[in-house]
């Protein structure tokens, strides 16, 4: 990365920043954090068109160099610090064509840096549609720039944004307003006391309250011929500065910019009267959750199929080919059974990313937020809870994280703690498994029973989270309020490409990120449940032996066989049956008799395989844990389930996948193994209505993610707060789950 250039995309939220870094970079990038913060760090290399490749940091969106958010402060830091490693050797600034002026005025605050700059105008595929023409030579002749005109939807523009990329050290550095001209006297006392500075530096870092340069603020303080000045003097101060460059932009775009008033822009109000309307705009956004999460529904299930007959096969072969021992054991019934758990779900976690992407590249979710802050503004909540409440869907961590632009702390705090109540990404493969147990296949209206339950689902957790944030605006007692802004972007076919991008990185780092975790509890889980030190663990096969002499099967053993039976009885199996390893061929009498001691085998190793699991150390815990969990219709494996999922939700179907699988030699999918479960007590199957439900509402309600604690405590800069965030919605889980299983059984 030393040989490359550094390259920092800066534009305002809205402006296809992200689309001109995905044409940059393709997938060769990676998302991180920044150092010592929770903010989203994307960056991906670029090869440029003289074979040299540039390090490009797409940073956060702003819409100046006046921070109100920790994101936008992370653009300033970065800006004012050379010695940060990501300090850029060029800023490409990101515009769009029909917001030019908004977005020049970070443009310009970026150019007074000294540092060189190009200016990229995108989506210019609209400048006919919606009337404009623009005179590039003298633009770039007035902002003292070069200037890149793409349109990342058709693709044009971008090698000449390499090549301008490639060529930096010819770009201008000189600034194209003199700031100072706001206040004369306070500058030039500025400029005298730090005389090796960069006069706008020297402003940013007083105004912004950074320190990344070698300044003492003592100084600044004490300085005789420097006058402190107040917040508000300084707000003032910035105010005459916007208005000063505002001034400064107009006459420029006056000369090189024009727009045909004639140019149709009725479309857009039409559709905005109709998508934000106080009725229908609600009702046009239910009917897309309805059509989203029947698709999820419909068009998974033949993936997922297949995924779970791929990996049911997979742990068969790697029993009947390796030989047999701890290892073959560990590989079959620890890590692909668990691994199988969360894999089987990636088709439904990339359809709900794909429909997300679709929504955001519309510039449709901006009217759902737009819509939703009517809703949120009497529980509240400040308008700009939105955003972190509907990002909840994919991933309650990056959810918090967005809460840092809420300028009120208790407002804040509220949307903090009620964020986790909204259906993550990780509860969807416990939803989405016990639905296809415990709800009927059918339909109403053309859409499944199974799709209408997990909508609701996903309006209970925001309905709850509403609720809560009501609960707390009245213990908290919150005074004053924030006012909430939300850009409307144009409507725009959704590019392909970044939707690819999208699903694949966000997938990708669910799979990858649930998968350590699983991978690690899976082992665990697979050496307990395969070890035990009873008499009763290490005796099993003559106990078990015993039992069926004295006591015959259990109910379970009987019916599996019987419909075994009658499933073979009812085929063309009847007909003459040749054995393939003596070549005899049997009646049809003997046959069935044949098939009916194979059962027997099978049905015997079952019932070993179970008892001996009951009694091994994992058996033992759960045994321990089951008076907790049994007043909710589970059994100690759900138990253990629950356990290991406070590390991570998606744990659970991957635990029950592992637990199900020890000393399991048949070759079953996840699903079929968890219907086949029978309750210990009531000898019924242990995935009913009843006990389906109270699991479902446990986990809509619960807090089981380690990883949004920590980033809870780390933005609360408390432990006090996560505390009671994992105690009250333990609690208040357990409470509607025993609730709903009481009533419901």
């Not at 939220?13 to 995905?22: A, D, E, R």
């Not at 420097?226 to 005459?240: D, F, G, N, V």
């Not at 415990?438 to 925001?462: D, K, N, R």
Request: hydrophobic content about 45%; glycine content about 6%.
């Amino acid at each position: 990365m030393s040989n490359s250039i550094k390259v920092a995309l800066i534009g305002n939220p809205n402006t296809g920043k992200t689309s001109v870094f995905n044409q940059l970079t393709g997938l060769k990038q990676k998302v991180g954090n920044y150092p010592g913060i929770t903010v989203e760090k994307k960056e991906g290399i670029c090869k440029l068109s003289n074979g040299q490749k540039a390090h490009i940091i797409d940073l956060p969106g702003t819409y100046s160099l006046n921070t109100t958010s920790l994101d936008e402060s992370v653009v300033v830091e970065l800006l004012l610090n050379k010695r940060n490693e990501d300090f850029p050797d060029v800023a490409v600034v990101i515009t769009d064509i029909e917001n030019l002026k908004r977005n020049l005025l970070l443009f310009t605050q970026i150019k007074d840096l000294k540092i060189p700059t190009l200016l990229v105008i995108n989506m210019a595929d609209r400048m006919v549609k919606k009337g404009i023409t623009l005179n590039i030579k003298e633009l770039e002749q007035k902002l003292d720039t070069r200037i890149a005109l793409v349109s990342t939807r058709k693709g044009t523009g971008i090698e000449e944004l390499k090549t301008s990329i490639a060529n930096y050290s010819e770009l201008s550095t000189e600034a194209v307003i003199n700031a100072s001209h706001i206040a004369p006297e306070y500058f030039e006392r500025l400029q005298k006391t730090f005389p090796g500075e960069e006069l706008y530096k020297l402003w940013l870092v007083i105004t912004q309250d950074v320190n990344f340069m070698p300044l003492e603020k003592d100084r600044l303080q004490s300085s005789e011929l420097l006058p402190t000045k107040s917040k508000a003097e300084l707000k003032r101060l910035q105010h005459k500065e916007t208005i000063y460059r505002y001034r400064f932009i107009n006459n420029v775009l006056k000369e090189t910019y024009r727009v045909d008033p004639s140019a149709a822009k009725g479309l857009r109000a039409s559709l905005d009267r109709i998508l934000t309307h106080k009725i229908f705009g609600y009702l046009i956004f239910v009917l897309l959750l309805l059509l989203i999460f029947q698709a999820i529904f419909d068009w998974s299930q033949i993936p997922m199929d297949f995924i779970d007959a791929q990996f049911a096969s997979a742990s068969e072969w790697v029993k009947n080919s390796l030989p047999p021992g701890v290892f073959t054991n560990l590989l079959a019934e620890g890590i692909l059974a668990g691994i199988g758990g969360i894999v089987i779900f990636i088709p439904q976690i990339a359809f709900l990313f794909l429909f997300i992407s679709l929504l955001e590249e519309s510039g449709y979710m901006s009217r759902v937020v737009f819509l939703m802050d009517r809703l949120m503004r009497p529980f509240g909540l400040s308008g700009k809870s939105v955003v972190p409440l509907i990002s909840g869907t994919a991933c309650a961590i990056p959810a918090v994280m967005a809460t840092r632009n809420i300028e009120n702390w208790k407002e804040r705090l509220i949307t903090i703690l009620v964020t986790p109540f909204t259906t993550c990404s990780a509860r969807l493969p416990v939803y989405l498994i016990i639905i296809a147990l415990v709800i009927p296949e059918g339909s109403v209206l053309g859409l499944s029973y199974q799709a209408l339950t997990l909508m609701l689902l996903y309006l209970l957790g925001f309905a709850t989270a509403i609720l809560a944030a009501l609960v707390l605006h009245r213990v908290l007692k919150i005074e004053g309020r924030s006012f909430f802004m939300v850009e409307m972007p144009s409507y725009k076919l959704p590019l392909l490409r970044n939707v690819i991008y999208t699903v694949v990185e966000k997938t990708k780092s669910f799979v990858v990120g649930a998968g350590k975790i699983i991978l690690a509890i899976s082992i665990v889980l697979w050496f307990l449940g395969s070890n035990g030190f009873s008499y009763e663990f290490k005796n099993a096969e003559e106990i078990i032996a015993e039992r069926i002499k004295n006591e015959g099967f259990s109910t379970y053993s009987k019916a599996f066989m019987n419909d075994k039976l009658e499933e073979y009885s009812s085929g063309d199996q009847l007909s003459d049956d040749k054995d393939l390893n003596t070549g005899v061929t049997h009646s049809p009498k003997v046959s069935v008799e044949i098939k009916t001691r194979q059962l027997q085998e099978a049905a015997k190793g079952q019932e070993i395989a179970s008892y001996r699991l009951e009694h091994s150390l994992i058996g033992n815990i759960g045994k321990s844990f089951e008076p907790l969990v049994k007043p909710l219709g589970y059994d100690w494996k759900i138990g253990i389930a629950i356990l290991t999922s406070f590390a991570a939700r998606e744990v659970f179907v991957a635990t029950l996948a592992t637990i199900y699988s020890v000393g399991n030699d048949e070759e079953e999918t996840i699903k079929g193994r968890m219907a086949a479960e029978i309750h210990p007590d009531t000898k019924k199957p242990l995935f009913n209505l009843a006990s389906g439900i109270s699991l479902i509402l446990f986990y809509a309600f619960a807090m089981q993610c380690m990883s949004t604690l920590a980033v809870v405590k780390k933005e609360t800069n408390s432990w006090r707060w996560p505390l009671l965030q994992l105690g009250f919605m333990t609690v208040f889980a357990y409470l509607v789950s025993l609730i709903t299983y009481q009533i419901l059984h």
